[in-house]
């Protein structure tokens, strides 16, 4: 399917079944429609793969991205304020920078399958 980037850029809406597409640059779609009674906005990959959704909710917007990278960047502060933040690394998970400080109302586990290595200049141990 080539196309001219003029014939790339154009608008093209198509109404099936109450979905809307947006033809963008290098084939990618912006995709508007309707799930499990939800309202989607997305953006797909030119092979059809999800990059970009989101889905407004009864409880508010959901945001899902699916990506090769995400990268966050603010001079002053990133702040996540949630009943639950998980975070999965499949290799490594690197904490990097100046001072690194966790606080608990409750218990703090530590567990792992393998060593625990604690290396500092003085190590504090109530």
């Known amino acids: 399917m080539s196309r001219s980037p003029k014939e790339k850029l154009e608008t093209h809406s198509e109404e099936v079944s109450d979905e809307r597409e947006v033809y963008l640059r290098d084939g990618r779609r912006?995709?508007?429609g309707e799930q499990d009674?939800?309202?989607l906005v997305e953006i797909r990959s030119e092979s059809g793969m999800l990059e970009l959704r989101i889905?407004?909710?009864?409880?508010?917007?959901?945001l899902q991205m699916e990506s090769a990278r995400l990268s966050l960047k603010a001079t002053e502060a990133v702040e996540i304020d949630s009943r639950r933040v998980q975070i999965k690394a499949s290799e490594q998970l690197v904490l990097?920078?100046?001072?690194?400080e966790l606080k608990a109302e409750q218990?703090?586990?530590?567990?792992a399958?393998?060593?625990v290595k604690v290396v500092g200049t003085k190590?504090?141990?109530n």
């Open 123 to 125: 190590i504090f141990l």
């Open 37 to 39: 009674g939800n309202q």
């Open 96 to 100: 990097e920078g100046g001072e690194v």
């Open 107 to 111: 218990d703090v586990d530590v567990k």
């Open 113 to 115: 399958d393998g060593e």
């Open 30 to 32: 912006l995709v508007i």
């Open 55 to 62: 889905k407004l909710t009864e409880e508010g917007p959901v």
